[in-house]
């Protein structure tokens, strides 16, 4: 009986103790499995090494992208090395990542090319999430692109395009224009007028032209392969010369913003309050009687002016480019557009920047060219910083999110089954809210989302204004070449060419 009892309540206490030890374990497992088996988004087979890059060959990314979204869902994990990419495809998860999760994805990746173009990221569009990128950005909404500048702004703009009208009007009959060299110049023109007083249309001494310098620069902005295998990196980027790439592209284009501030700095007592453009206003929040705001250093400077080289030029200027290759392919949209200028205009010198209120069809065909065409396809990444879930799925931190604005652009299955077509008249009905976003979402959204497709109405509106615009003999109008290409920013392969017929009022 002794024994028994010694016996039993040695059982009880060892159940006891090991009931108790379950206990403990299960909270750590059930931890550890959410910590070690997270609920991954759907991932296409991997390859050791190099991940899923071998997917991306011999295609344009978004569209590669795309379509391996059409097998693996909205939500895709993608690998390039071993650096995650969270795959957004739809307007509901492109929603979850700006808005509902817009404070676990507002960073941006770290990269080397990013941190040497950068000063170090002191920029806005490239930089991580910081106090300094908000400041920076506050100073580019209210010195550049705010009010205090439309006004001059608008004059530049105007002036600008009666050049460019007057020189399109003396152009040799039958002839075409290269339309990309056309917005180039314009654009260049009214951004460094405004930013920096002077065009700065002269080609420096030596080195490569400005157009080349900051194509470069956006190219590398986008990343090379090297960050996306960490240990041998480094030799991946100096084996196939992209660390030397890198180098020459910064000195020449820290050589050319360096240029604009010395010219600035030179000229800086003389200038009137009025005439004080952009790099003046920069220099004096950087003054040491600056007390009230932030004090820009020089490499902030540097970096504000990249932002304006490499976000404001190129991509308003495709979006143009974009825009006349679809009016000029769509006769029935060009006959339009002209009827509804010329009719609410009427006959006068020139258009007025208010005359554009009234042109509803043009600001849907603006809308209609963003929607297919959207002039960054992938947006700029969106970096995670913390767990957190998308559609469901687990995210991991430094987990890179792509938002294929391209792909959600063209969905039938949102759009109809005239997706593909150039059909401005769908937004007379269809209210958007993610179903394109051309202009990104949340707090790293582009921050001229208002402002630059204002601009593209103006152009456009005195481009078929004046002119009437035919594709050169040869080429039918459905015919034009439509091929794309560019990584950050989408640009038409074929340059645009059309040939401009000076419009006769009294036919
Ligand atoms: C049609 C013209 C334009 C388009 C389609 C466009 C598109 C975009 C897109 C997609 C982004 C990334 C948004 C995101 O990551 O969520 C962006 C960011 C940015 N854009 Fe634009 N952009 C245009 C014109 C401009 C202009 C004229 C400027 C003037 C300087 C500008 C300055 C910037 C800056 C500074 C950012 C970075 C914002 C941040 O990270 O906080 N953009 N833009």
């Excluded at 550049?144 to 007057?166: C, D, Q, S, Y």
């Excluded at 430094?398 to 652009?409: D, P, Q, R």
């Amino acid at each position: 009986m002794e024994i028994f009892s010694i016996f039993l309540s040695w059982l009880l206490t060892t159940a006891l103790v090991l009931f108790m030890f379950c206990m403990f374990l299960h909270p750590l497992r059930s931890n550890r499995s959410s910590i070690t088996a997270p609920k991954l988004p759907p991932n296409p087979p991997n390859l050791p090494i190099i991940g899923n890059l071998h997917k991306l060959i011999g295609k344009p990314r978004h569209q590669a992208l795309w379509q391996l979204s059409k097998e693996y869902g909205p939500v895709m994990l993608f690998y390039i090395g071993s650096k995650p990419y969270l795959i957004i495809s739809s307007p509901a998860m492109a929603k979850q990542v700006l808005k509902t999760q817009d404070h676990v994805f507002c960073s941006r990746p770290l990269s080397k090319a990013v941190k040497r173009l950068t000063y170090n990221y002191m920029d806005i569009a490239f930089s991580p999430h910081s106090d300094h990128q908000r400041e920076m950005r506050k100073i580019l909404v209210s010195e550049f692109l705010g009010p205090k500048r439309a006004r001059w702004f608008n004059h530049v703009l105007v002036t600008e395009i009666e050049t460019m009208v007057r020189a399109l009007g003396s152009h040799p009959p039958n002839v075409a224009v290269n339309l990309n060299k056309l917005f180039l110049a314009l654009v260049k023109g009214v951004v460094c007028k405004v930013a920096f007083g002077n065009n700065y249309r002269q080609q420096p001494n030596k080195g490569p032209s400005w157009e080349v310098v900051v194509d470069e620069g956006l190219e590398m902005l986008g990343g090379s392969l090297g960050d996306s295998f960490p240990w041998v990196g480094p030799f991946i980027d100096q084996v196939s010369g992209s660390t030397s790439m890198l180098e020459t592209c910064f000195t020449n284009l820290d050589t050319y913003i360096e240029s604009i501030i010395d010219d600035h700095k030179n000229q800086i007592a003389e200038v009137i309050d009025d005439e004080k453009d952009f790099v003046y206003t920069l220099l004096e929040l950087s003054s040491e009687d600056n007390t009230s705001g932030h004090r820009l250093t020089k490499e902030d400077i540097k970096a504000l002016i990249l932002d304006v080289l490499t976000g404001g030029v190129d991509t308003t200027v495709v979006t143009l480019e974009w825009a006349m290759s679809e009016i000029a392919r769509n006769v029935r949209v060009k006959q339009k557009l002209q009827t509804e200028i010329r009719n609410n205009t009427g006959r006068k010198p020139k258009i007025d920047v208010l005359d554009i209120t009234k042109l509803t069809y043009l600001k849907m065909a603006v809308k209609e060219t963003l929607r297919l065409h959207a002039p960054a396809p992938l947006m700029i990444p969106h970096e995670c910083m913390s767990h957190c879930q998308i559609g469901g799925y687990d995210v991991l931190p430094g987990t890179t999110a792509l938002i294929n604005a391209w792909g959600i652009g063209r969905d039938p299955s949102i759009w109809g089954e005239n997706a593909a077509e150039f059909y401005p008249e769908r937004f007379e009905k269809f209210e958007v809210d993610f179903e394109m976003v051309p202009f990104g979402g949340g707090r790293r959204s582009c921050p001229a989302m208002n402002t630059a497709p204002a601009t593209v109405e103006f152009v456009l509106a005195n481009l078929l204004y004046w002119f009437d615009w035919e594709v050169p003999d040869g080429v039918k109008n459905e015919d034009l070449n439509m091929q794309e290409e560019g990584t950050l920013v989408l640009r038409k392969k074929v340059p645009l060419c059309l040939v401009p017929t000076n419009y006769n009022w009294d036919d």
